[in-house]
């Protein structure tokens, strides 16, 4: 009596926690290969048949870069037979992954706060991994509602005029799967130095108040005199930074005159309250007498 097969091979197609990827027939396949291979959002190499089973053959499997979502590796039915002939049935099997790297936006706020909004989680994420020129950061924390957001404050540093830059570097913070994430930037331009100025007497008897910066809210009434008066104080027309007064001792007087102008008496632009200054002279309006 002839013997007849006529019985479909299967095949059973495993994804393992490992990367690899198990096909495990019903019986030796004919005529399968990795173009037999059908993989979704991923890449299969090294498929070989296991030496001592012919049934059984593995393959690396490597999912797409910057890829989140189903990976999915099929034998499609009938892309191979066995060796009577029969078409062999398909199977397929899918894994979840997360190659996707996540990233960071890095905002300085209007208010003195600092925003960091991920597209995912992060994870070890510290102020250790917030860097800050010219400036440092308090109370980094994470929204109680939203764990995608982080807020801080931003404190400037003392006396500095400049830019401010909050970064956090790539690599300084993972998601859940274990992917680096990017890194991203911010920067304001902030003042925090006080201006000042420096008051000189000129020997024709004006007085000249030259400021590190235009000082803003500064008049007569900031210039304090001491023996004398002043009139006529005016800003250069060409250079904000200047100004001049005339300078008039007081009448029958000799001695010390000084003209000062004290601290916190005005402003930059930034509302630093300004250093103060003083200039003295000895003058003599005092007329002789005879007896």
Same mark, same amino acid.
């Given at each position: 009596e002839g013997v007849v097969d006529t019985l479909a091979p299967g095949v059973v197609v495993t994804i393992n926690a490992d990367g690899t990827v198990s096909f495990v027939f &019903?019986?030796?396949p004919v005529g399968f290969d990795a173009t037999d291979v059908g993989v979704a959002n991923g890449t299969l190499t090294n498929? %070989?048949? !296991? &030496?001592?089973d012919p049934t059984r053959w593995t393959a !690396?499997?490597?999912?797409a870069a910057g890829f989140e979502g189903a990976v999915v590796v099929e034998v499609p039915a009938g892309s191979y037979t066995d060796t009577a002939g029969n078409a062999g049935s398909g199977d397929s099997d899918t894994t979840t992954v997360d190659t996707l790297a996540p990233s960071v936006q890095v905002t300085i706020n209007a208010d003195g706060t600092v925003s960091f909004v991920f597209s995912e989680a992060?994870?070890? @994420?510290?102020?250790?991994?917030?860097? %800050?020129?010219?400036?440092? #950061?308090?109370n980094l924390v994470q929204d109680s509602t939203d764990p995608t957001r982080w807020t801080a404050d931003l404190t400037p540093a003392a006396g500095f005029e400049g830019a401010v830059t909050v970064s956090v570097p790539s690599g300084s913070y993972t998601d859940t799967a274990g992917n680096a994430g990017s890194g991203d930037s911010d920067t304001i331009t902030v003042d925090t130095l006080a201006p000042s100025v420096q008051?000189? #007497?000129n020997a024709d008897g004006t007085v000249s108040?030259? @400021?590190s910066e235009a000082p803003v809210g500064f008049d007569a009434a900031d210039v304090g005199v001491t023996n004398g008066t002043i009139t006529n104080l005016v800003q250069d027309s060409t250079d904000p930074t200047r100004w001049t007064a005339n300078l008039t001792p007081a009448a029958g007087f000799e001695g010390a005159v000084v003209v000062e102008v004290p601290a916190g008496s005005y402003t930059d632009t930034a509302g630093n309250a300004g250093s103060g !200054?003083? !200039?003295?002279t000895t003058v003599d309006t005092l007329a002789p007498s005879v007896t």
């Amino acid at each position: 009596e002839g013997v007849v097969d006529t019985l479909a091979p299967g095949v059973v197609v495993t994804i393992n926690a490992d990367g690899t990827v198990s096909f495990v027939f &019903s019986e030796a396949p004919v005529g399968f290969d990795a173009t037999d291979v059908g993989v979704a959002n991923g890449t299969l190499t090294n498929l %070989v048949q !296991d &030496s001592t089973d012919p049934t059984r053959w593995t393959a !690396d499997l490597t999912p797409a870069a910057g890829f989140e979502g189903a990976v999915v590796v099929e034998v499609p039915a009938g892309s191979y037979t066995d060796t009577a002939g029969n078409a062999g049935s398909g199977d397929s099997d899918t894994t979840t992954v997360d190659t996707l790297a996540p990233s960071v936006q890095v905002t300085i706020n209007a208010d003195g706060t600092v925003s960091f909004v991920f597209s995912e989680a992060p994870v070890g @994420f510290d102020a250790a991994d917030v860097g %800050v020129a010219n400036g440092t #950061i308090t109370n980094l924390v994470q929204d109680s509602t939203d764990p995608t957001r982080w807020t801080a404050d931003l404190t400037p540093a003392a006396g500095f005029e400049g830019a401010v830059t909050v970064s956090v570097p790539s690599g300084s913070y993972t998601d859940t799967a274990g992917n680096a994430g990017s890194g991203d930037s911010d920067t304001i331009t902030v003042d925090t130095l006080a201006p000042s100025v420096q008051v000189t #007497i000129n020997a024709d008897g004006t007085v000249s108040f030259v @400021f590190s910066e235009a000082p803003v809210g500064f008049d007569a009434a900031d210039v304090g005199v001491t023996n004398g008066t002043i009139t006529n104080l005016v800003q250069d027309s060409t250079d904000p930074t200047r100004w001049t007064a005339n300078l008039t001792p007081a009448a029958g007087f000799e001695g010390a005159v000084v003209v000062e102008v004290p601290a916190g008496s005005y402003t930059d632009t930034a509302g630093n309250a300004g250093s103060g !200054d003083s !200039d003295s002279t000895t003058v003599d309006t005092l007329a002789p007498s005879v007896t």
